[in-house]
């Protein structure tokens, strides 16, 4: 069966879903987006993301494409046309189309398109249990990380470093020597004394949604959580480092920039997180 794709009042086979070239998104970035995750058919954590969408295109005063109601019947349609059990929408909204000049046109219509594809939850459990490799790089990103938008060069860049170093993900380290992020995922570590350490949000980085189940996860566990900045000298020495995100969950990290991180395995702490994140993801 053919994908199909959502883009501006019409689902449309992939391979003829299209924006205009003059499409602002195409020739300036202009324009968030969204990744949430589907399991079992259900769109999960669907009201957080909607939330954290309305406040990146507040950010970039960005109209809102369609009100809450009719965006959720939309992406509820996408999961049923392409028979979506496990798996991933990517949501975006630019600007819209117009004449190409850099302030903001006066008469444009904001353009929405969804897509999704499908995602082995399993698998990612199956790659929690080996856990992946992380590689830091200089966080060269613009001002406004907490807004999610599409403008992702530096991310990519990031991520393309990681991977011919031979590591999943790329963390991202700031002037003063301080992990921020991941190119893709928020980033974690366990000191010796169990506790959880993860940068906080007012620091301009991106609210994750992910993240946030996971700090509920942590409370109901009753687990000790910080939210503060830590060094790579901090992270060399944690007991247990992970990532989170929508396609990762909670992901273990098990080396950092070829350095064992604790025991070079996954740690207890991690694997007990995703284990109950898991068990969230799965409730219907």
Not at 159 to 187: P, Y
């Amino acid at each position: 069966m053919s994908r199909i794709a959502y883009v501006n009042g019409q689902y449309l086979p992939l391979s003829l879903a299209s924006v205009n070239i003059e499409d602002r998104g195409h020739q300036f970035s202009d324009g968030v987006y969204e990744g949430i995750a589907v399991r079992k058919g259900q769109i999960r954590d669907l009201q957080p993301h909607l939330d954290r969408l309305w406040r990146s295109l507040k950010g970039l005063m960005i109209d809102i494409p369609m009100a809450h109601g009719p965006l959720t019947m939309v992406l509820r349609e996408v999961v049923r046309r392409n028979r979506l059990r496990d798996g991933f929408i990517y949501l975006q909204v630019t600007r819209g189309t117009a004449r190409r000049d850099h302030a903001f046109p006066l008469d444009a219509v904001p353009s929405l398109s969804i897509t999704c594809r499908r995602l082995d939850f399993d698998g990612v459990a199956k790659r929690a249990e080996v856990g992946v490799l992380a590689h830091s790089t200089t966080d060269i990103r613009w001002g406004r990380c907490d807004i999610k938008s599409i403008s992702l060069l530096p991310n990519v860049l990031a991520k393309q470093e990681a991977r011919e170093a031979g590591a999943f993900e790329a963390i991202l380290v700031d002037s003063d020597g301080l992990i921020t992020e991941g190119s893709s995922t928020n980033i974690w570590m366990v000191d010796d004394a169990g506790t959880l350490i993860t940068r906080d949000t007012i620091d301009n980085i991106l609210p994750g949604i992910t993240r946030a189940v996971i700090l509920e996860v942590a409370a109901e566990l009753g687990l000790k959580v910080e939210t503060r900045a830590f060094s790579l000298d901090e992270a060399y020495g944690a007991a247990e480092m992970f990532l989170t995100s929508t396609t990762s969950c909670a992901m273990p990290i098990v080396g950092l920039n070829g350095k064992k991180i604790g025991a070079g395995k996954p740690g207890p702490i991690a694997l007990k997180l995703l284990a109950v994140y898991m068990k969230k993801l799965d409730q219907d």
